[in-house]
């Protein structure tokens, strides 16, 4: 399973990114896919996650300013992050659990397959 994030980038507090997290060799649609951040010295968090039958999951720092979503046809996730804040910034992971996985979405270790990471740097 390969996993290629995309889409990170400096921009004002206040403004908006779209992630991206291309996936090969397992189909989106099948399996949980999260995102998770890491800011220098602190440890990962988890951001946000879609079930395989489409549940969605937040964590309470992002809700109401993040959407997560996926598109089936190009078998790839997406993080629409919207309102950011300067405490947003970190590099950005996106996951994959096994396939029909039904459990925690919240824990990191619960995912098998991890990207390498984008940067997000929100100034203030």
């Known amino acids: 399973v390969q996993l290629q994030a995309s889409g990170g980038g400096l921009v004002q507090a206040g403004g908006s990114l779209r992630l991206s997290c291309a996936t090969s060799?397992?189909?989106?649609?099948?399996?949980?896919m999260g995102w998770f951040r890491q800011a220098p010295g602190k440890e990962h968090e988890f951001v946000s996650a879609?079930?395989?039958?489409?549940?969605?999951y937040y964590a309470d720092s992002v809700k109401g300013r993040f959407t997560i979503s996926r598109d089936n046809a190009k078998n790839t996730v997406y993080l629409q992050m919207n309102s950011l804040k300067p405490e947003d910034t970190a590099v950005y992971y996106c996951?994959?659990?096994?396939?029909?996985?039904?459990?925690?979405?919240?824990?990191?270790?619960?995912?098998?397959?991890w990207g390498q990471g984008t940067q997000v740097t929100v100034s203030s």
């Open positions: 879609i079930s395989w039958i489409g549940g969605t």
């Open positions: 996951a994959a659990t096994r396939s029909y996985y039904s459990g925690n979405y919240f824990h990191r270790n619960e995912y098998d397959s």
């Open positions: 060799g397992r189909t989106v649609s099948s399996c949980g």
